[in-house]
Nanobody, 127 residues
Framework: QVQLVESGGGLVQPGDSLRLSCSAS????????VGWFRQAPGKEREFVAA?????????WYSDAVKGRFTISRDNAENTLYLQMNSLIPEDTGVYYC???????????????????WGQGTQVTVSS
């Protein structure tokens, strides 16, 4: 059974940093494209970032987080990370880890294309 477990969320002030982690119980983690989505209160779930299969694989970011967030993965540890710097109140939401082994690259930003989702971790940015 596939499990994705996020951790690292919390309450921070604007300008602070957080590092999210996602531990994956995938048999061959390196076969999966993995990423992060988020959902703010009253809004639809949106793409944040994704990374290709290799540990130094190609990355994709939403315009809202480009330059502030960094996605990375450790295939030896079956773990995905999201380093979030210069946080702003608009970054508030539940952050979800996602994984898929067959997604095509043109669908990276589409919610419905990912087979596996974590339960989410809350990130709140507020002064």
């Amino acid at each position: 059974q596939v499990q994705l477990v996020e951790s690292g969320g919390g309450l921070v002030q604007p300008g602070d940093s957080l590092r999210l982690s996602c531990s994956a119980s995938l048999r061959t983690f390196s076969n999966y494209i993995v990423g992060w989505f988020r959902q703010a209160p009253g809004k639809e779930r949106e793409f944040v970032a994704a990374i290709n299969r290799r540990s130094a694989g190609h990355t994709w970011y939403s315009d809202a987080v480009k330059g502030r967030f960094t996605i990375s993965r450790d295939n030896a540890e079956n773990t995905l990370y999201l380093q979030m710097n210069s946080l702003i109140p608009e970054d508030t939401g539940v952050y979800y880890c996602v994984a898929d082994s067959t997604i095509i690259l043109s669908s990276i930003r589409i919610v419905a294309q990912y087979d596996y989702w974590g339960q989410g971790t809350q990130v709140t940015v507020s002064s």
